[in-house]
């Protein structure tokens, strides 16, 4: 199961929640997806959005505490897209190691957006890893393997 589609499909699900200020998960449209999802994919595409939207308001305020002076309604609704899914992600879902979800969300905004968003996402989710000694705590663990 390529968890990578699974992610892009959650990230224009959020999308376009977003734009239609809706996030109803079972009003998901299939429409929007390219590509049939396998079984698990879809069970991993719900986990997800049901993370996200359930902590919805927390995610906000984090993206926004760690933007800079960027209020929510500022930030590209692609961007937030991909920002929350990142962080519901690194939050939420314990098996799936941060720098693979930053990682992930930098290769969302370049294909989405930009190179510039693509740094933007980056900024905002490496400073959150940097705060959390997330990146020391990998740091740690290589070392004792």
């Not at 999802?37 to 993370?51: F, N, P, R, S, T």
């Not at 000694?133 to 004792?144: F, I, Y």
């Given at each position: ?10 990230m224009?699900?959020?999308?376009q ?6 996030y ?54 692609v ?11 690194i939050?939420?879902i314990?098996?799936?190691p ?48």
């Amino acid at each position: 199961m390529s968890r990578r589609i699974a992610r892009e499909h959650c990230m224009k699900a959020l999308f376009q929640m977003s734009v239609q200020n809706d996030y109803d998960i079972s009003k998901i449209q299939e429409d929007i997806l390219e590509e049939p999802l396998e079984e698990k994919q879809k069970q991993y595409m719900h986990l997800v959005l049901q993370q996200v939207i359930g902590h919805m308001k927390a995610l906000d305020e984090l993206i926004e505490g760690y933007s800079k002076g960027w209020r929510i309604n500022r930030i590209s609704k692609v961007d937030l897209a991909i920002l929350r899914l990142a962080f519901g992600e690194i939050l939420y879902i314990e098996e799936v190691p941060y720098a693979v979800a930053i990682n992930e969300a930098i290769e969302l905004a370049k294909k989405y957006n930009s190179e510039e968003s693509a740094a933007f996402v980056n900024g905002i989710l490496g400073k959150y890893a940097e705060d959390k000694g997330l990146k020391e705590n990998d740091a740690k663990a290589s070392t004792r393997d």
